[in-house]
């Protein structure tokens, strides 16, 4: 799996949020738990870590703006 699908899924999710609450608190969880393991791997690669933070730190970014562009003629 290639780093702009990880991106694009992250950005999707971001983006259905507000639809579904079970999903947005487990998108947390999620982010949180994702932060501590890229931190942890970033001993190993440091290149590849960071580059997956980034991407999650730009879907979390995007997601506000992304979420009014989809959802912004449906509600």
Do not use: C, D
Request: charged share 10%; glycine share 12%; aromatic share 10%.
């Amino acid at each position: 799996m290639t780093y702009e699908w990880l991106i694009l899924g992250a950005v999707l999710i971001a983006a259905l949020l507000p639809m579904i609450k079970w999903v947005r608190r487990l998108f947390w969880a999620f982010s949180i738990a994702f932060v501590g393991m890229m931190l942890i791997h970033m001993q190993h690669n440091p290149g590849e870590a960071t580059l997956a933070l980034g991407a999650m730190g730009g879907g979390l970014m995007f997601a506000r703006p992304i979420r009014r562009m989809v959802l912004g003629g449906i509600l």
